[in-house]
């Protein structure tokens, strides 16, 4: 393509890919004391995450830092149960044409 003087010639590009979110595995197995953990996360759109209302009591998201890679950082409190219990976090685009990830957070119970 030449460009010469005032002789400009106009091009229009059209990338209509397809929505990509990654999250960096399915699962997170957490000790029973809790602690804080990442979720890594890529993607080219807008995306959401939701946390399932049982376990929003006890696994907290708090933070995101993000660009086009990220991260979504969430604290486990501790279980004082012996019983190990399981949340599942939904990540998804905010079109209904995006993808749905889940990831689920599986901690174990205390031995008292």
């Not at 950082?73 to 685009?93: H, L, M, P, Q, Y």
Request: glycine fraction near 8%; hydrophobic fraction near 30%.
């Amino acid at each position: 393509m030449k460009w010469q003087n005032a002789d400009y010639q106009s091009l229009n590009f059209d990338q209509r890919g397809q929505s990509v979110i990654l999250i960096e595995g399915e699962s997170v197995e957490v000790p029973a004391e809790g602690g804080r953990y990442e979720i890594n996360v890529k993607y080219n759109t807008e995306y959401s995450f939701e946390i399932e209302q049982s376990a929003q009591d006890w696994l907290h998201c708090v933070g995101t830092r993000a660009l086009q890679e990220g991260k979504i950082d969430f604290v486990v409190d501790e279980n004082e149960s012996a019983d190990e219990r399981t949340a599942k976090v939904t990540i998804s685009g905010k079109k209904a044409s995006d993808p749905v990830n889940t990831i689920t957070f599986t901690q174990a119970g205390s031995i008292k």
